[in-house]
């Protein structure tokens, strides 16, 4: 066999060896998304925030958090939910946000948050960065719902506050 | 309501329309490869059958009718492309293939079961409660993201045929497409059994 009949027949498994060497590893394709509801408590005057995260990511980036900012085991995950999630006033003046506890469900940790919206929900301005820092690809949605409507708004990173 | 069924779909389109979701866009032109430009109708309704199977799937799983090993899953999705690469490469007529036309979008709708599952575990975490809409919207988003891929998938195959004409012009048309899906479905299936090994479960 000539030598360029050889080098013809072995250079397809050597090309395909270096493919299957060279291709990037891949994890299975997690949906990288974090859900957060928010409702109006009239007799409070008050909006609780309901913000779902994967345990496993949320660890990850409150550890992170807590490490940077000082924050302590007990609180790192509000810590962390209430600097990466923002709740504005009409103006722009973000709202002081309070912890009002968290649960696991599931393989979710469900963290609750509180401020005084005497205006109510329409009007207000969110962002929610929740594990931005984590994955460039985490996209996270805010629903709310008010006088029996119900809107959704989408965060990417690098996205501001939007109007609900 | 159309602020919550828009979000679900934006959802999905991104999901799609992602680099990190390079074994879903390479399970397209895995499936895309072997049409020409004027079978562009068949490649829509075998992607749309896709749509279909992983809908499905991702319907009986959110609602916990269906509860499915996340490992064997992602295990089966970059089989799915090996298997997908291997039809391509042994079937060159499927006008007698059993099922005829239907043929192909009936194994493309089976490997679309598979791939709902994939995502399943994520959404029926999420969504607890109200999920038709989200759910819905999410999967149109993922049909429009599909439809975006197959479009760039199509780009991408005619400068395949291109370049293959360039390198040898004596080759008639229908050698031009053997060639091409030989060339593209070997290297996507290596790239696909590459990572199916790194997902074995066992």
Redesign the interface.
Known sequence: MKLASVTRVASLPIALVVIAATARSLDAHPLHTSLAEIVYDPAAKEIRISIRVFIDDLKKASTAYARAHKSSPQTMFIDYARSSFIVADRSGHPLGLASCGSKPVGDLMWLCLRAPAPAGIAGLQVAHRVLFDLYADQINIVQASYNGKRSSVLFTRGDGLKKL | ?M??L???M??GF??IV?L?????ILFLLALAAIYRPRDWRSALWVVTAFTVGHSITLALAVTGAMVLP?KLI?FL?PVTIVATCIENIIVRDRATAPLGRRYRPMFAAVFGLVHGA??AD??R????DRIALPLFGFNVGIELGQIVVLAFAAVFLLAADRAIQYARSSLPAPATLRLRVLMIS??VM??A???AI??NPW
């Open positions: 309501m602020s919550e828009f979000t679900f934006q959802l991104r999901h992602n990190e979701a390079m074994d879903h996340i992602e999705i994939g995502f994520y959404l975490n999420l969504f607890v070997t290297v290596v790239v059994a590459r990572w790194e997902r």
